[in-house]
């Protein structure tokens, strides 16, 4: 008899449907949609049967599922650890979670200073999110901010940061704008002509002052995992949220179907893991700086997946 699948960490696309049009959204054009309520119930069970242990919930935009409350309660009544990224807008709706201490730690999307965010997301979009940052920092729940490296934010960083931490902010996740989705017909918002130390010298001058990154480590390992699974917004597993964007055809299985078990672990036991990531991940206390480093996942390459 096999042993007892222990997949302790769960992404999950919660819902692709979402209250804002971003210009670099990494899902724009793409189908949108959820899966119904007693399903996402369903899920939420199968992923402690299989050892879940945390559940972090994206978008889309998490807050706009009318049944998010009930999934977050059950999730939370199962001894499940969830985290929710959000891009903040929506703060009648996010505080009850906070309050009630639903939710361990809330991520907030930014994209730059208040010109270049509200250009990507809409006019009042930064006076929105950062209202509700300061909402979540006075009800004491951790919050990461996640600040996106763009053509438009890469000189502005550390007035964004700076801003942050006068609010109260401790933690933030930079991340290199990804070239998928929307950014296709934005090329403005890539940052042309600068390789991974070049982005990474102007990122730290800024920062420097503000957060310790002198002892900057850094990962470039493939994080793909038997102990990992990401579900996508049809309830479809994945081996990394990577690989669910782009490359439709590595999907594992569906979550409820009655053999996932057997399959996610003849899906582990037979994969080439690469050496490495596509993505450079820079990180020191409170900070994490993740950064471009190839055109395509090494995984998706000669056949590995």
Same mark, same amino acid.
């Given at each position: +008899?096999?042993?007892?699948?222990?997949?302790?960490?769960?992404?999950?696309?919660?819902?692709?449907?979402?209250?804002?049009?971003?210009?670099?959204?990494? %899902?724009?054009?793409?189908?949108?949609?959820?899966?119904?309520?007693?399903?996402?119930?369903?899920?939420?069970?199968?992923?402690?049967?299989?050892?879940?242990?945390?559940?972090?919930?994206?978008?889309?935009?998490?807050?706009?599922?009318?049944?998010?409350?009930?999934?977050?309660?059950?999730?939370?009544?199962?001894?499940?650890? =969830?985290? %929710?990224?959000?891009?903040?807008?929506?703060?009648?709706?996010?505080?009850?979670?906070?309050?009630?201490?639903?939710?361990?730690?809330?991520?907030?999307? %930014?994209? #730059?200073?208040?010109?270049?965010?509200? !250009?990507?997301? #809409?006019?009042?979009?930064?006076?929105?999110?950062?209202?509700?940052?300061?909402?979540? =920092?006075?009800?004491?729940l951790p919050v990461t901010v996640y600040l996106t490296i763009n053509s438009l934010s890469i000189y502005h960083l550390g007035e964004v940061v700076s801003e942050m931490i006068e609010l109260g902010v401790r933690s933030f996740h930079l991340n290199d704008i990804n070239i998928e989705g929307r =950014?296709?017909?934005? !090329?403005?918002?890539?940052?042309?002509?600068?390789?991974?130390?070049?982005?990474?010298?102007?990122?730290?001058?800024?920062?420097?002052?503000?957060?310790? %990154?002198?002892?900057?480590? =850094?990962?470039?390992?493939?994080?793909?995992? *038997?102990?990992?699974?990401?579900?996508?917004?049809?309830? !479809?597993?994945?081996?990394?949220?990577? $690989?669910?964007?782009?490359? $439709?055809?590595?999907?594992?299985?569906?979550?409820?179907?009655?053999?996932?078990?057997?399959?996610?672990?003849?899906? !582990?036991?037979?994969? +080439?893991? *690469?050496?490495?990531?596509?993505?450079?991940?820079?990180?020191?206390?409170?900070?994490?700086?993740?950064?471009?480093?190839?055109?395509?996942?090494?995984? +998706?390459? #000669?056949?590995?997946?």
């Amino acid at each position: +008899m096999s042993e007892p699948l222990v997949i302790e960490d769960w992404s999950w696309e919660i819902t692709r449907n979402c209250n804002q049009r971003c210009a670099h959204c990494i %899902i724009g054009g793409q189908e949108t949609g959820e899966i119904n309520t007693a399903d996402a119930l369903s899920a939420i069970t199968k992923i402690v049967s299989q050892g879940g242990k945390r559940l972090h919930l994206t978008g889309g935009e998490p807050f706009v599922r009318g049944d998010l409350l009930l999934l977050v309660n059950r999730a939370v009544a199962t001894g499940l650890s =969830v985290n %929710i990224i959000t891009n903040g807008i929506l703060q009648d709706a996010i505080m009850p979670f906070v309050k009630e201490g639903l939710i361990d730690q809330i991520g907030i999307s %930014i994209d #730059g200073n208040k010109t270049a965010h509200d !250009h990507i997301r #809409g006019h009042g979009s930064y006076r929105k999110t950062v209202s509700t940052v300061k909402a979540i =920092v006075e009800a004491v729940l951790p919050v990461t901010v996640y600040l996106t490296i763009n053509s438009l934010s890469i000189y502005h960083l550390g007035e964004v940061v700076s801003e942050m931490i006068e609010l109260g902010v401790r933690s933030f996740h930079l991340n290199d704008i990804n070239i998928e989705g929307r =950014v296709k017909s934005n !090329h403005y918002l890539e940052i042309n002509g600068l390789d991974e130390k070049e982005k990474l010298e102007i990122i730290s001058s800024q920062l420097d002052p503000l957060v310790e %990154i002198s002892d900057l480590s =850094v990962d470039r390992s493939c994080t793909i995992s *038997p102990k990992i699974a990401y579900v996508d917004f049809k309830g !479809h597993v994945y081996a990394c949220t990577e $690989l669910a964007r782009t490359n $439709l055809t590595s999907m594992i299985a569906p979550l409820l179907d009655e053999d996932f078990a057997d399959r996610f672990r003849s899906y !582990h036991s037979s994969i +080439m893991k *690469p050496d490495k990531c596509r993505y450079s991940l820079y990180s020191t206390s409170g900070m994490d700086i993740c950064l471009n480093c190839s055109g395509s996942c090494p995984a +998706m390459k #000669g056949g590995l997946i």
